[in-house]
């Protein structure tokens, strides 16, 4: 049996009144590559802050690698890319790298392990959105974690960059044997790359096999209304529309 | 530059110090989109200079003293996101503003000190405030030479740099005081309403030519110094409010940087 990396027991979590997660408990093992997905608004970036111990639940626990959040991500077992960051910093790739890695061929090589080695003089803010994701990758990778959180890295990169990330991190999943945890909107995408999904609209509507997600009645409870998933496969091979109506 | 009698000397190095200090934290002020934020410091400042004025208190001390409070409140509800920044800063701006407005009434000395403080008045500037800016300008090198990579880290994401071990509330507030003391200082030589322009206008230009974080430093200085000597020199050729005409000079800056763009 793999170890388990990430433990949330009954989670709740609310802001004054409003309960924004509500008994939330799941596990995530050594190499498991988890998609999160539900509508705006269901308390994904939520979730993500409490596991980093941004926010404290008011009920429930959370452990990563049997520590308090705080402690692990001060061990350096968590990494952690946000939803968006600011784009017009003045540095290039490997500036952006050396924030937090001193040797020179550390940086090197996790440039190289994104395919970004080419572009390591050249300034962040020119690169492209794909490119951009991955140098962040490369960063947040950079201190070793074992596990690492992404918030919706793929807003605004287009559907081929995209495919090419999720190998990326499928690769880098196994290599660097990190587990992940992303946040996405894109249902129909992320079924064929991530091992687990969980969906999320303030409780845990689904937890398992991403095929199991592809259900009419789970998806309109989900969103509340009836929705349409583009379900891409790489190289769109087998590319459907899947409706709940 | 026309000849400059000896009692300009110290207030003329004390505006070139000053200009280099808004400078270097004039990158972070842009990134942090914190241009309103410094509309609201110098304007509280106002009232606190206003206070000091009345009760016969160097007015320094309570320009600082309200500028610093504003700036937490600032600073804390734009972050804890409990109203909208430009709320919190429309009413603060605007009462402490009203507060010195009505104060300096009181003191009887509302026209002449009023308008200095408003537009700035190289008169005003002492050997004290050479000093103090002398050495704020030091605690800035050191503060930016020592925490680059923090701060960089925190201009990215501030919970990306909390997950690198970085002291986000304790840098986040040093800055802002960092930010505020420089602001309130430059006041008598820029004044409440134009100092914006020095804080702001310095680091956008230079972000639009230079990609690398120490060149974008140089240059906003670099910006920074010509603005202040440009504005000096026509309000000592056509005796004007030197706030006024250096903030003119930015905004020429700006205008120009952003038509080379097309
Ligand atoms: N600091 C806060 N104070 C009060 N309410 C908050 C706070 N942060 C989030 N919320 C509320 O919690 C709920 C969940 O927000 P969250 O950002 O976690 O959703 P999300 O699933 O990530 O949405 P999106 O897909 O739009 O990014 C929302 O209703 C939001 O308004």
């Given at each position: 049996?793999?170890?388990?990396?990430?433990?949330?027991?009954?989670v709740t979590v609310a802001f004054g009144s409003k309960i924004v997660l509500k008994d939330i408990?799941?596990?995530?093992?050594?190499?498991?590559?988890?998609g999160i997905i539900g509508p705006n608004g269901g308390g994904k970036t939520t979730l993500l802050k409490t596991i980093?111990?941004l926010i404290?639940p008011v009920?429930?626990?959370?452990?990563?690698?049997?520590?308090?959040?705080?402690?692990?991500?001060?061990?350096?077992?968590?990494?952690?890319?946000p939803q968006r960051?600011?784009?017009?910093?003045?540095?290039?790739?490997?500036?952006?790298?050396?924030?937090?890695?001193?040797?020179?061929?550390?940086?090197?090589?996790?440039?190289?392990?994104?395919?970004?080695?080419?572009?390591?003089?050249?300034?962040?803010?020119?690169?492209?959105?794909?490119?951009?994701?991955?140098?962040?990758?490369?960063?947040?990778?950079?201190?070793?974690?074992?596990?690492?959180l992404l918030d919706e890295?793929?807003t605004?990169?287009?559907?081929?960059?995209?495919?090419?990330?999720?190998?990326?991190?499928?690769?880098?999943?196994?290599?660097?044997?990190?587990?992940?945890l992303m946040v996405s909107h894109d249902v129909?995408?992320?079924?064929?790359?991530?091992?687990?999904v969980a969906c999320l609209n303030r409780t845990l509507h689904y937890?398992?096999?991403?095929?199991?997600?592809?259900?009419?009645?789970l998806l309109k409870r989900l969103y509340g209304t009836d929705v349409?998933?583009?379900?891409?496969?790489?190289?769109?091979?087998?590319?459907?529309?899947?409706?709940?109506? | 530059?026309?000849?400059?009698?000896?009692?300009?000397?110290?207030?003329?190095?004390?505006?070139?110090?000053?200009?280099?200090?808004?400078?270097?934290?004039?990158?972070?002020?842009?990134?942090?989109?914190?241009?309103?934020?410094?509309?609201?410091?110098?304007?509280?400042?106002?009232?606190?200079?206003?206070?000091?004025?009345?009760?016969?208190?160097?007015?320094?001390?309570?320009?600082?003293?309200?500028?610093?409070?504003?700036?937490?409140?600032?600073?804390?509800?734009?972050?804890k996101g409990g109203?909208h920044?430009?709320?919190?800063?429309?009413?603060?701006?605007?009462?402490?503003?009203?507060?010195?407005?009505?104060?300096?009434?009181?003191?009887?000395?509302?026209?002449?000190?009023?308008?200095?403080?408003?537009?700035?008045?190289?008169?005003?500037?002492?050997?004290?405030?050479?000093?103090?800016?002398?050495?704020?300008?030091?605690?800035?090198?050191?503060?930016?030479?020592?925490?680059?990579?923090?701060?960089?880290?925190?201009?990215?994401?501030?919970d990306?740099?909390?997950?690198?071990?970085?002291?986000?509330?304790?840098?986040?507030?040093?800055?802002?005081?960092?930010?505020?003391?420089?602001?309130?200082?430059?006041?008598?030589?820029?004044?409440?309403?134009?100092?914006?322009?020095?804080?702001?206008?310095?680091?956008?230009?230079?972000?639009?030519?230079?990609?690398?974080?120490?060149?974008?430093?140089?240059?906003?200085?670099?910006?920074?110094?010509?603005?202040?000597?440009?504005?000096?020199?026509?309000?000592?050729?056509?005796?004007?409010?030197?706030?006024?005409?250096?903030?003119?000079?930015?905004?020429?800056?700006?205008?120009?940087?952003?038509?080379?763009?097309?």
């Amino acid at each position: 049996m793999k170890k388990t990396v990430l433990v949330l027991e009954d989670v709740t979590v609310a802001f004054g009144s409003k309960i924004v997660l509500k008994d939330i408990s799941f596990e995530v093992r050594e190499g498991e590559f988890w998609g999160i997905i539900g509508p705006n608004g269901g308390g994904k970036t939520t979730l993500l802050k409490t596991i980093l111990g941004l926010i404290k639940p008011v009920k429930g626990t959370v452990s990563i690698m049997g520590l308090p959040p705080k402690e692990a991500v001060r061990k350096g077992y968590v990494g952690y890319l946000p939803q968006r960051i600011e784009n017009y910093l003045p540095l290039s790739c490997e500036d952006v790298l050396s924030l937090v890695v001193s040797e020179k061929r550390e940086i090197e090589r996790l440039l190289e392990l994104v395919g970004m080695k080419d572009k390591r003089e050249q300034p962040f803010s020119s690169l492209s959105g794909g490119e951009k994701q991955r140098v962040l990758i490369a960063m947040v990778l950079a201190k070793k974690p074992r596990l690492l959180l992404l918030d919706e890295p793929n807003t605004g990169i287009d559907i081929v960059a995209q495919d090419a990330f999720y190998e990326l991190l499928r690769r880098i999943k196994v290599e660097e044997n990190v587990s992940i945890l992303m946040v996405s909107h894109d249902v129909g995408v992320i079924v064929n790359f991530v091992d687990r999904v969980a969906c999320l609209n303030r409780t845990l509507h689904y937890e398992g096999d991403p095929r199991g997600v592809l259900d009419c009645d789970l998806l309109k409870r989900l969103y509340g209304t009836d929705v349409e998933v583009f379900v891409h496969h790489p190289e769109c091979k087998g590319c459907h529309v899947f409706r709940t109506s | 530059m026309p000849c400059v009698p000896d009692f300009l000397i110290v207030p003329l190095i004390t505006a070139f110090v000053v200009a280099v200090s808004l400078s270097l934290l004039s990158f972070f002020v842009v990134l942090k989109r914190w241009a309103f934020l410094s509309v609201g410091v110098s304007h509280a400042a106002f009232g606190g200079i206003a206070l000091g004025v009345l009760i016969g208190v160097s007015p320094e001390f309570t320009a600082l003293g309200f500028g610093v409070v504003a700036a937490f409140l600032i600073a804390y509800f734009k972050r804890k996101g409990g109203f909208h920044e430009d709320i919190t800063v429309g009413v603060l701006f605007s009462f402490f503003m009203a507060v010195g407005v009505v104060l300096f009434a009181l003191s009887k000395s509302y026209i002449t000190n009023a308008f200095s403080y408003l537009f700035g008045n190289l008169l005003m500037v002492s050997g004290g405030d050479f000093s103090f800016s002398v050495a704020l300008l030091l605690v800035d090198c050191l503060f930016l030479w020592l925490k680059k990579r923090e701060l960089l880290l925190l201009m990215m994401d501030e919970d990306m740099a909390y997950v690198y071990g970085v002291n986000v509330d304790f840098l986040y507030y040093a800055l802002v005081f960092l930010v505020t003391i420089n602001v309130v200082v430059a006041i008598k030589l820029v004044g409440v309403i134009l100092v914006t322009a020095l804080v702001v206008v310095p680091a956008s230009v230079a972000l639009k030519i230079a990609h690398r974080f120490w060149w974008v430093i140089f240059w906003s200085v670099f910006f920074g110094i010509v603005s202040t000597f440009s504005g000096i020199t026509a309000s000592l050729l056509w005796d004007l409010p030197p706030g006024a005409t250096i903030a003119l000079f930015c905004g020429i800056l700006f205008f120009v940087s952003v038509l080379k763009r097309y």
